[in-house]
């Protein structure tokens, strides 16, 4: 039996704000366990919560930004429920009446768009967190957590495939970033999800029993995870078993995914407005502030990088997939005054590529803007060829200074004086007289071998496009 997937996200965005979303107590990350916990957070008998308006403004700029309707009026409920690590037995969430309404996101699969619904987008706060590690036995609660403000995305079940969920996921925390409004480091849970998977029978209606994958943090762990469901769900339908709906966790030790527990419906959490919490109203003056303060968003600089530059929608699609990453493109095509998609080729190409291996992000690079962009003038104004910039490169990563200061050091300016080239080639066929026969008999193949064997020679400094023309000139002499 062929079988239908069917995916929708839930995307825990945290706040990048300084205090909390209902108290003043700090939201930095690494501090001592239950020291930025206060007695709001708490829920301590006679304290009050007050809403944080960066938070409102933070969401209202996701949802003008996806397009959704900012909800004039909403409301803050309680989400009543038993947690260890959830001090006051309730969470303060949004259910019928959320901040932001439907909306949508495009992404890419394959060279073609597909529209990803965004059911809701509500604000809410965190839980503490369980530790489970050097207690002998027992847990510990680290509170600290504890009202860190949440921007909960919900999807609609729009995707059919892991690779399309994490499309979808991708394209979440690179806006996110873009709005300023979550840093998106996932090794510190400040972007997570849970994913909610279900199959059914190819060309089936109604969707199949789904389970709720919690906590995934990371990309990878999303894709496997989803994988891992997708199997078990089919073998057991197709060994005559049903599917239980349920909260599952993912384990990344044994890449496999187990029962947490039933998984709750809406009734179960008795939601009802948080007395202590008037409904939230937002002015259209409020909204068009925001409006002008929102950034050129990813998909209105990949059509400009594309128009403006010439680049192909493969090259403006990797580029704008950070802001961090789009400002040192347009950076270096400034300050080096060189073609366009040369400087996207070594940002995309030999930049990227250290980055990946240190594990580093773009803000954290050891070749800086104006260091890139002065080896870009060197290839363009032929003083290195593009092969030798790749040593020049290599050099300034490892901290060996400036492109001109590498280039004269270690002596590796091109050859680009005819004479000079014509002596180096005069060399290689002189060398090669059984190539040279079979090339003229009609091996043209074997001209680059010549070429090759005159860069070598020449140690990778004759220009490439010389040597090209004037070897023709001289094999077919």
């Not at 400002?327 to 030999?350: H, P, Q, R, T």
């Not at 980055?355 to 363009?380: F, H, P, Y």
Request: with cysteine; hydrophobic share 35%; aromatic share 8%.
């Amino acid at each position: 039996m062929a079988w239908e997937v069917v995916i929708g996200l839930e995307i825990h965005a945290q706040l990048a704000t300084n205090s909390k979303i209902f108290s003043g107590a700090s939201t930095a990350y690494g501090a001592p366990p239950n020291t930025q916990a206060c007695a709001v957070d708490l829920g301590l008998p006679g304290v009050l919560p007050v809403l944080n308006e960066k938070v409102v403004r933070m969401a209202a700029k996701f949802g003008l930004a996806i397009g959704a309707p900012v909800a004039p009026r909403s409301v803050f409920a309680r989400k009543n429920y038993f947690y260890p690590d959830l001090p006051k037995g309730y969470q303060i969430s949004q259910y019928e009446l959320p901040i932001v309404n439907k909306g949508q996101i495009q992404i890419e699969i394959d060279g073609k768009e597909k529209t990803i619904g965004i059911t809701r987008a509500h604000l809410e706060e965190d839980a503490g967190k369980s530790l489970h590690e050097d207690f002998q036995g027992l847990s510990g609660i680290d509170l600290n957590r504890t009202g860190t403000p949440l921007l909960e995305i919900v999807s609609e079940p729009d995707m059919r495939s892991p690779k399309e969920a994490i499309a979808y996921m991708k394209k979440i925390h690179s806006l996110v970033r873009y709005l300023d409004i979550c840093d998106g480091n996932m090794q510190e849970g400040s972007f997570r999800c849970d994913a909610n998977v279900s199959v059914r029978p190819q060309g089936q209606k109604e969707f199949g029993t789904r389970s709720e994958l919690k906590n995934l943090n990371s990309f990878r762990f999303v894709e496997r995870a989803i994988n891992i469901e997708i199997e078990r769900q089919i073998d057991l339908l197709e060994s005559g078993g049903t599917v239980r709906q349920e909260t599952r966790l993912y384990d990344a030790d044994k890449n496999e995914t187990r029962p947490m527990r039933s998984k709750e419906e809406a009734n179960d959490y008795r939601y009802f407005p948080d007395p202590d919490l008037l409904p939230l109203l937002i002015e259209s003056e409020f909204l068009e502030q925001i409006k002008a303060e929102l950034p050129e968003l990813p998909d209105d600089k990949k059509q400009r990088f594309i128009q403006q530059y010439g680049l192909s929608l493969y090259d403006a699609s990797g580029l704008t997939s950070s802001r961090e990453l789009a400002d040192y493109f347009e950076e270096i095509v400034k300050l080096s005054n060189s073609d366009a998609k040369l400087c996207a080729n070594w940002v995309m190409g030999d930049l990227a590529a250290l980055l990946n291996k240190n594990n580093l992000e773009i803000t954290d690079s050891k070749v800086s803007t104006i260091q890139l962009a002065a080896m870009l003038r060197r290839i363009s104004d032929k003083t290195i060829s593009g092969k030798i910039a790749k040593q020049v490169f290599e050099a300034m990563w490892n901290g060996e200074g400036d492109a001109d200061t590498i280039i004269e050091k270690r002596g590796l300016k091109q050859v680009t004086d005819t004479g000079a080239i014509e002596k180096l080639i005069d060399e290689v066929i002189v060398n090669n007289p059984k190539q040279l026969q079979d090339y003229r008999d009609g091996k043209e193949k074997l001209f680059g071998f010549f070429v090759g064997q005159v860069m070598k020679v020449s140690k990778g400094k004759a220009n490439p496009k010389q040597v090209n023309e004037l070897l023709k000139k001289k094999l077919e002499g």
